[in-house]
């Protein structure tokens, strides 16, 4: 079974930037197309920005233009590097294959203001 393991997260005051980070423990079909989730406390979980080899890059308007989505095949690790962070971007942080069949634990982003 594919484990998807996040790390990167914390807290940071408003504008400030984190990056973090999901590595798979091994390359499968479904890892060909990975996404960042997140979820707020008493919200539902939302897309974020996904990408995939045959796919346009896709991001929530809510983050267009301030977060982007990297991968490194050769690590089989997606990023997620966010700038210009709002409070409401607090959430838990997950990463998942697109297909939603696989996902990490989560990693806590909180900001500030």
């Known amino acids: 079974q594919v484990q998807l393991v996040e790390s990167g997260g914390g807290s940071v005051q408003a504008g400030g930037s984190l990056r973090v980070s999901c590595t798979a423990s091994e390359h499968t079909y479904s890892t060909n197309c990975m996404g960042w989730f997140r979820q707020a406390p008493g919200k539902e979980r939302e897309l974020v920005a996904y990408s995939g080899d045959t796919l346009p890059t896709y991001y929530a308007d809510s983050v267009n233009g301030r977060f982007n989505i990297s991968r490194d095949n050769a690590k089989n690790t997606v990023y997620l590097q966010m700038n210009s962070l709002k409070p409401e971007d607090t959430a838990m942080y997950y990463c998942?294959?697109?297909?939603?069949?696989?996902w990490g634990q989560g990693t806590q982003v909180t900001v500030s203001s």
């Open positions: 998942a294959t697109c297909d939603r069949s696989i």
